[in-house]
């Protein structure tokens, strides 16, 4: 099964307004970051939290992370229809000496102008 | 795209057949990952390398195979393609394990 789940798997807000994602996941991890798709294309990276980490900024991205609950957030401020994308959570799994990065399902994202 | 090819970037197969996708890399990155995107399913890791000759399981790695005889190339096959193998395949690079990966522009598969 996969590491991360995020939720919702789909959400569509009016441009403007502030959009959440969350993210859980199952063992122990190093870092947790988040990517971005555009349709029909590879993943871009936005922003990797270490598990030291409790919150993280980069531009109008601010994701959290609690190590207890084993969640995450990422929270999109003021968000633009050019933000219109899916979201995923990956971690870090360990197995046997490597480590692997694992995905989630992630979360749509419709902005409307 | 950070130095990241993926080839072919279509391809329609029949089933049966064996089928070779390749991901090449000019950034010397230790990792490189292969997974499958469908929908509803999201990112499936199929199989990952930590290094020349070191590969291992991702979470759906039944009917595929990997090979990494250098360090810039990751070569994925499926043995004998089977129409649940249709998928967009994507190719990732990352220094370590727990890194920044790099993402390949996709290999759209169809399986006939």
């Known amino acids: 099964s996969q590491q991360g789940e995020e939720d919702p798997q789909a959400l569509s807000i009016q441009e403007g307004e502030n959009a959440t994602m969350n993210c859980s996941y199952k063992?122990?991890?190093?870092?947790l970051q988040w990517y971005r798709q555009n349709s029909g294309r590879g993943l871009v990276h936005l922003i990797l939290?270490?598990?030291?980490?409790r919150e993280k900024h980069s531009g109008r991205l601010r994701v959290t992370l609690d190590t207890s609950k084993k969640s995450s957030s990422l929270l999109i401020t003021a968000s633009r229809a050019a933000d219109t994308a899916s979201y995923f959570c990956?971690?870090?799994?360990?197995?046997?000496?490597?480590?692997?990065?694992?995905f989630g399902k992630g979360t749509k994202l419709t902005v409307n102008p | 795209d950070a130095g990241i090819t993926q080839s072919p970037r279509h391809k329609v197969t029949e089933t049966g057949t064996p089928v070779t996708l390749r991901c090449h890399q000019t950034?010397?990155?230790?990792?490189m990952y292969w997974y499958r995107q469908d929908p509803g399913h999201g990112l499936r890791l199929i199989h990952y390398?930590?290094?020349?000759?070191?590969?291992d399981k991702g979470e759906v790695s039944d009917g595929y195979s990997v090979s990494r005889s250098k360090t810039e190339d990751f070569l994925l096959t499926l043995e004998s393609a089977t129409s649940s193998q249709t998928s967009v395949y994507f190719c990732?690079?990352?220094?370590?394990?727990?890194?920044?990966?790099?993402f390949g522009q996709g290999t759209r598969l169809t399986v006939v």
């Open positions: 990732a690079i990352s220094i370590l394990g727990n890194t920044e990966a790099f």
């Open positions: 063992t122990s991890i190093n870092n």
């Open positions: 939290i270490r598990s030291n980490e």
């Open positions: 990956a971690t870090d799994a360990y197995q046997g000496g490597s480590e692997k990065l694992v």
């Open positions: 950034e010397n990155h230790r990792y």
């Open positions: 390398s930590y290094g020349v000759k070191d590969t």
